[in-house]
């Protein structure tokens, strides 16, 4: 099979066969020079500027090596400028702004207003009641019917109108402590709702801690991979120059060719996750879901050493810190006064009342007139509810059941909490035992890979060797950055759980 291969100016034809390549049989370097030639004058002005490496090669090649270096850095340099143009976060950064900004947080902070107005809603209850009225009438006639009803009545001369105005005054001296026990009811209500808050901030930091060395670990990840691929185009083309002159296998080269490809299609892969990930943090945080986010991640910015403690520590901390075990108690609070508030309806109430009222005609005492007249009243008025003796027996009986069921709640929250924190404990030890397995298995990985590949080039062992050995020493560093990311969220969860985060 023949290819003809034109330059632009119609002068230069190279024929190429299909043959088998040795030391003698290559093309010369003017035919080379033109074929470039050719590439470059032909080549779409629309290719994006990744898939023009092989532009800036014939460039080196051909043109200037000082061109195509410069050339080389100027794409390098947009990408870095890129990426300067986002400051990069670091996690107490991004909890911040997650605790600005979170929906979730928000909506605790709506919670808490709330519950601070039904407090000051409960104190408004002390306060006396006092109102002002008045009215504007039309009367009819006054019949008074002295001799009965089938008599015939006398008529008292009246104003056809009338009108009032005045006041009520009424304040509670007494209610068996009904009021102020129901303030200190909202009052608990509120702590608790500060509880409910910690723990939510606890959980969204948590979440965003996950999110945060999700993309960590992917970051990390991509850039193994880019760098893995960049060494496997450089292997790639030494073993083709190797089976150019005879000393390797073609399978060689399609085995390279096939782990080339799936590096590449992982890469893809952590992109797409890249993305997803990003976007999961930005809604955490509270930003568009579009806006770009730069982490520090090289270099293992955020693997600080790992403060350990002794489990009983974590566990004495949780039972005095722990927003999930402060709410349980809470609960048992606010039954026991429930309790007493049901009871206090046994007692007597007593009360402060006053009304003054003026009126136009006073036809309300006898005798009578047309003209205007005031009257109040002054007193104290006491009442018992007799129904209540005998009524609140159950609702008494019931509240006691609660108390007793928040009780049991709260042992069964301490045991919960007691498995918590045994568990996030635990799965830290496990942690940090693993990022010390998996920097030992990065030195002996990378020293295997560098001796399998000086004896492959001396054709003391095969391909498949050599290719098994870079993908443990890849997997062995995926393994080192999914430890160091777990160590870290292990140590915030058991943080979280103990109510220290």
């Known amino acids: 099979m023949k290819q003809k291969i034109i330059n632009p100016d119609k002068g230069v034809e190279l024929v190429a066969q299909d043959k088998p390549c040795n030391n003698a049989a290559s093309h010369s370097a003017e035919e080379i020079d033109a074929l470039n030639i050719y590439w470059l004058a032909n080549a779409n002005p629309f290719t994006p500027i990744m898939d023009l490496t092989f532009v800036f090669d014939a460039l080196k090649k051909m043109v200037n090596p000082v061109l195509g270096a410069i050339l080389l850095l100027s794409a390098h340099s947009l990408h870095a400028q890129d990426a300067e143009a986002t400051p990069a976060l670091s996690l107490e950064e991004v909890w911040k702004a997650a605790e600005t900004n979170n929906r979730q947080l928000k909506l605790s902070d709506l919670n808490l207003q709330q519950s601070n107005l039904e407090v000051l809603e409960a104190k408004d209850r002390l306060l006396p009641d006092l109102s002002v009225g008045g009215d504007v009438k039309l009367n009819s006639k006054f019949l008074i019917y002295d001799n009965g009803l089938f008599s015939s009545p006398q008529d008292v001369p009246v104003k056809g109108y009338g009108y009032g105005v005045g006041y009520n005054f009424n304040f509670n001296l007494f209610n068996g402590g009904k009021d102020r026990r129901n303030i200190k009811m909202k009052q608990e209500e509120e702590t608790r709702k500060h509880y409910e808050a910690d723990l939510q901030k606890y959980s969204v930091k948590y979440n965003v801690a996950v999110a945060y060395f999700d993309l960590y670990k992917y970051l990390n990840f991509r850039d193994f ?170 609702s008494i009986a019931r509240a006691q059941v609660v108390n007793n069921q928040a009780k049991e709640k709260a042992n069964i929250k301490k045991e919960e909490i007691s498995i918590q924190v045994k568990e996030a404990y635990l799965q830290q030890q496990q942690a940090l035992e693993s990022v010390t397995t998996a920097e030992k298995n990065i030195t002996k990985t990378a020293e295997t890979v560098r001796v399998i590949r000086n004896s492959y080039l001396n054709q003391e062992s095969l391909l498949t060797d050599l290719l098994e050995a870079e993908n443990a020493l890849l997997e062995a560093k995926f393994n080192l950055t999914t430890a160091q990311a777990n160590l870290k969220v292990s140590h915030i969860r058991l943080l979280a759980i103990v109510g220290i985060l």
């Open 225 to 394: 991979i880019a760098a893995e691929i960049a060494a496997e185009k450089k292997q790639l083309s030494l073993i083709e120059s190797l089976h150019k002159n005879g000393i390797v296998l073609n399978s060689d080269v399609l085995r390279t060719s096939v782990k080339l490809s799936q590096l590449e299609l992982s890469l893809s892969d952590i992109e797409k996750r890249i993305n997803v990930t990003t976007q999961r943090l930005n809604i955490l945080m509270g930003r568009d879901n579009e806006a770009r986010i730069a982490i520090t991640y090289r270099g293992g910015a955020e693997m600080e050493t790992v403060k350990d403690a002794a489990y009983a520590d974590y566990l004495a901390i949780a039972f005095h810190q722990s927003p999930e075990y402060k709410m349980v108690n809470s609960d048992i609070k606010l039954s026991e006064i429930n309790i007493r508030q049901i009871k206090a309806g046994l007692l007597p109430k007593a009360s402060l009342y006053s009304n003054y009222n003026y009126t136009y005609p006073q036809i309300s005492f006898y005798p009578y007139s047309n003209d205007l007249w005031a009257f109040g009243q002054t007193g104290i008025k006491v009442q018992l509810s007799i129904d209540n003796l005998y009524k609140s027996k159950h």
